[in-house]
């Protein structure tokens, strides 16, 4: 499970830290690679591979001809690159990536379980903030799903 925000930076080539407790959770599993991609919010997510083989496989299953379903997986699927943590605990960002996310210099890891998000910092506190409305609407969806 990724947990915890963690910041960063990325260089000029696009390589950036992946916090050591994500570097566990990829080890615990025998992995040395993730799966990157665009989300619909301006970040990046990251998935472990056996994560992203079961979303695939969720995503297979639903209809393909459903503009939602059709507009996901031009988005996340096809955005999708696997990659490789150096020995130094790195990864390389792909600049189409980079530029969905619009990754300058300072970045942040956000854990969200299944996955991890990347985002330019400067985007995630601009995300970040909510309002009271939007938390008391939050509130409310989140009773309505059960939690």
């Not at 696997?82 to 020995?87: F, G, N, S």
């Not at 210099?105 to 939007?134: C, H, I, M, P, R």
């Amino acid at each position: 499970m990724f947990r915890g925000r963690y910041e960063h930076t990325i260089d000029a080539k696009g390589r950036t830290s992946l916090p050591a407790r994500y570097r566990d959770v990829l080890s615990s599993i025998g992995e040395r690679r993730i799966i990157l991609t665009s989300a619909l919010d301006p970040c990046l997510v990251a998935y472990t591979a056996p994560e992203w083989n079961a979303f695939e496989e969720r995503l297979a299953k639903l209809p393909q001809f459903d503009r939602a379903v059709q507009k996901l997986k031009r988005i996340y699927v096809s955005g999708a690159v696997e990659c490789d943590v150096d020995d130094s605990g790195r990864i390389l960002v792909p600049p189409t990536l980079r530029d969905h996310a619009a990754l300058k210099k300072d970045v942040l890891w956000a854990g969200s379980g299944k996955y991890a998000e990347l985002w330019d910092v400067q985007a995630w506190k601009a995300n970040f903030e909510t309002t009271d409305d939007e938390r008391g609407q939050i509130a409310s969806r989140l009773a309505e799903l059960g939690l």
